[in-house]
C-alpha cells in the first residue's frame, strides 16, 4: 500500500453491493468495511432492498464499473431469490472482479494454463493456510466436502493446479467417512455443524474448516455459538493442524479479498 502512495498511484476502493438483509451478509459486508479502513482501502457500501429487480442490480455494478475510485467490485451472496446471480456477476468487469466470481474468471481457473485476472478469496486462503501449515501437495489425496461455486468447486480446481490428487464429495458421496479417512488434505465447506467427526480423518492430516455454523448454547449471552463442520474437540487430537471456527479461514478471506483490491489498483499505475 505505501509503496503504492509513493509512487503517486491510487488509493485502492472497494465497494460491496448487499441486496436484502441477509444478517450473516450483513456481518461480514462491516468487517470487509472495517479491515479495509484499517489498512487504508476506501470503502463503499450500496445496500439494496430485497425486492430490488434485476435491472437496478445490474445497472448499479454498471456504475460501479464506471467509477474511478473502484477498484474491486464484490457482489455479496447469496442473492435474494429471483434474482439470476450469473447474469450479476457477468456484469462485474473482468479487472474489478476481486472476488474471482465472473464465469470467465472461473473458466480460466478450470483450464490448464490459464490465469484468470483474480482468484475466489475464499478458496485461495485455504491453500495459503495449507502451504503456511506445512502441507505437501503436490502428490497428496485431497478431499473437498462441498461444491458450491464460492468455496467447494473453486478451492477442488486450486488443489488440482497445486498437483494434489482431488476427490470432491457432496450429499449423495457413498460412505463419505471412509472417503475423508483417506485424505491427507481435508477441506470442509458443506453446511453442516461438526458433521466431520474425529474418526473420519486419516492420522496426520491438514484439515481446513470453512463452514460457519450457529447451534443453540443457553449458556451464551446471545443464546448460540459458531462451529464448523469439523468436531474441533475430536479432531485436534488427529490432524497434523486445523483451522478453528470462528478464527480460522474467515480472516484469510478479508485479508484475500484486500489484497486483490491492492492489486487490481497497482495495475492502473
Known amino acids: 500500500m505505501r509503496e503504492l502512495e509513493n509512487s503517486g ?5 472497494l465497494a460491496a453491493v448487499l441486496v436484502g438483509e441477509n444478517p450473516a451478509s450483513q456481518t461480514y459486508v462491516r468487517t470487509k468495511r472495517k479491515k479495509s479502513a484499517e489498512v487504508g482501502i476506501d470503502s463503499f457500501a450500496h445496500e439494496m432492498a430485497s425486492d430490488s429487480s434485476q435491472g437496478e442490480v445490474e445497472a448499479l455494478v454498471e456504475q460501479l464499473n464506471a467509477d474511478p475510485k473502484v477498484h474491486g467490485i464484490l457482489v455479496q451472496l447469496p442473492l435474494p431469490d429471483g434474482l439470476d446471480e450469473e447474469a450479476v456477476l457477468s456484469k462485474v468487469d ?3 472482479d476481486v472476488d474471482g466470481f465472473h464465469p470467465i474468471n472461473i473458466g480460466k481457473l478450470a483450464q490448464k494454463g490459464r490465469e484468470p485476472a483474480f482468484v ?4 485461495a486462503g485455504c491453500i495459503t493456510l495449507l502451504k503456511h501449515a506445512g502441507a505437501e501437495l503436490e502428490g497428496a489425496n485431497a478431499v ?5 461455486n464460492i468455496v467447494g468447486m473453486p478451492a477442488a480446481l486450486l488443489l488440482v493446479k497445486e498437483n494434489a490428487t482431488v476427490t470432491i464429495c457432496h450429499s449423495r458421496t457413498e460412505d463419505l467417512a471412509q472417503v475423508c479417512r483417506g485424505a491427507d488434505v481435508l477441506i470442509a465447506a458443506i453446511g453442516r455443524a461438526a458433521m466431520v467427526r474425529g474418526d473420519w ?3 496426520g492430516a491438514y484439515v481446513i474448516d470453512v463452514g460457519i455454523n450457529r447451534v443453540s448454547d443457553a449458556s451464551r449471552k446471545r ?3 459458531l462451529v464448523g463442520d469439523v468436531a474441533f474437540d475430536e479432531a485436534v487430537e488427529v490432524a497434523s493442524a486445523i483451522t478453528p471456527v470462528p478464527g480460522g479461514v474467515g480472516p484469510m478471506t478479508i485479508a484475500g479479498l484486500l ?3 491492492l492489486t487490481a489498483a497497482e495495475r492502473l499505475r
Open 223 to 225: 443464546g448460540y455459538r
Open 259 to 261: 489484497q486483490n483490491t
Open 94 to 96: 473482468l479487472n474489478k
Open 144 to 148: 473437498v466436502l462441498g461444491r458450491s
Open 201 to 203: 480423518i486419516k492420522p
Open 120 to 123: 475466489p478469496a475464499t478458496p
Open 9 to 13: 498511484g491510487p488509493t485502492p476502493g
